[in-house]
């Protein structure tokens, strides 16, 4: 699932390449996911001229200039490309062409990335707000939920993944399975630093390893949530969970909080 690092390579390869730009055309699949029918988002959108492409949490949020905003949902498996660029996926969701010859799709095999017309805002920070920050995770840590669980609810923080959580304690030390209401403050500083440091280094690793990518994941650059490395940074055996079809890659180098 590509995460908030992704999204901001993303956003921004997107605005220069789009902004300014007329949507001419909007193709639906009969299966793509949609909050209002194809004729709404058509008579919203076609013919707009897109102000800008940015990111909001886990999602891409497309302006136009009618004040109308499509939001973008890659979901586990969705993958944006440029039409341009190679033939139509299979398994394409929407199409969005502009002037200039300009199109980019949606394709997912699993059918879960979806549009919404105009989303409802949501009271959740971005994880790279400056208010996420160390008083907010006191605040927030409240709680008996795992922290790992608690760092992947949009609801708290948006913009996180199991493979960026998984970074992010790894470099706080706090093991993923900790109790939330268990950990020191100690802990939670280092933790509110952990977060933007982790997040901003992955967007400059993706932007030197790919730097007009729209889509897919980058993940070869991080040091323990990464099938190919077997020992981390300082040593220790990275070691796996799975759960409910999500994997957690830790050592013992982290300390359980309960």
Do not use: C
Request: charged residues 30%; without cysteine.
């Amino acid at each position: 699932m590509p995460e908030l690092p992704d999204l901001e390579v993303f956003s921004a390869n997107l605005n220069r390449e789009l902004k300014g730009r007329i949507l001419e055309d909007i193709k639906v699949s009969r299966k793509a996911k949609l909050n209002v029918t194809k004729r709404k988002l058509s008579q919203a959108l076609k013919g707009q001229r897109l102000t800008g492409v940015y990111r909001e949490g886990k999602m891409l949020y497309f302006y136009f200039r009618n004040k109308n905003v499509l939001a973008l949902h890659m979901m586990l498996r969705g993958k944006l490309y440029r039409l341009e660029d190679e033939n139509p996926i299979p398994y394409t969701l929407f199409e969005f062409d502009f002037d200039g010859d300009k199109k980019i799709g949606l394709a997912d095999y699993l059918g879960s990335a979806h549009a919404i017309l105009n989303p409802e805002e949501t009271g959740a920070p971005d994880a790279l707000d400056k208010k996420v920050n160390q008083k907010f995770w006191k605040e927030k840590l409240q709680s008996r939920a795992s922290i790992k669980n608690l760092l992947l609810d949009q609801h708290v923080v948006r913009g996180i993944g199991s493979a960026y959580a998984d970074e992010i304690l790894w470099e706080s030390g706090i093991s993923p399975f900790s109790i939330s209401n268990k950990i020191p403050v100690d802990a939670i500083k280092r933790l509110a630093k952990a977060i933007p440091k982790i997040l901003k280094h992955a967007v400059k690793q993706i932007r030197k390893e790919a730097p007009k990518i729209i889509g897919g994941e980058i993940r070869d650059f991080l040091l323990v949530h990464n099938a190919r490395h077997k020992k981390s940074p300082g040593g220790a055996v990275i070691k796996v969970t799975k759960k409910g079809g999500r994997k957690t890659y830790y050592t013992n180098e982290q300390q359980l909080f309960k």
